[in-house]
């Protein structure tokens, strides 16, 4: 790995995305818009719009760079939140900020200087746990 990292810096390539190591999910890339794994891993942690007081559901929800990628903020988990239409134009049409400070967290500031903090749900898992097959019933006989 060390080798193909130097031979790509002295050719002048580079990657144009970081792969997480345990899964091989791609989860940076070096562009606007996100990779579909790094989009399934947003719509499961934010899973609802994180503006205060909102809360629409994921299938809603626009993927926004909270710091603008065209002054630079990265494509990925850490700068990506996904915000429901109305609130991601407020926020790039309005003195209101948001901060990413860390695992999805957000922290919103009002025109007025009012800080409101958002955590994301937990996550929900769907287990199923395996029963044994059902013993039909006996014959009536």
């Not at 994180?50 to 002054?71: K, M, N, S, V, Y």
């Not at 991601?88 to 003195?95: I, M, T």
């Not at 800080?115 to 769907?126: A, E, N, R, V």
């Amino acid at each position: 790995m060390e080798r193909e990292s130097a031979a790509n810096d002295i050719v002048g390539l580079r990657k144009d995305f970081i792969e997480e190591q345990w899964s091989s999910s791609v989860l940076a890339v070096d562009r606007h818009r996100p990779n579909e794994d790094l989009h399934r891993l947003l719509r499961a942690r934010d899973s609802r719009c994180p503006f205060p007081g909102c809360g629409i559901q994921a299938r809603e929800l626009d993927l926004d760079h909270t710091r603008d990628a065209a002054l630079g903020g990265p494509t990925d988990a850490g700068n990506l939140a996904g915000l429901y239409r109305r609130h991601h134009l407020l926020k790039h049409h309005s003195r209101r900020t948001v901060r990413q400070t860390g695992a999805g967290v957000l922290e919103w500031t009002s025109p007025t200087g009012r800080k409101y903090t958002d955590q994301p749900p937990t996550p929900t898992s769907h287990r199923t746990t395996a029963r044994p097959p059902r013993q039909p019933d006996p014959p009536p006989f």
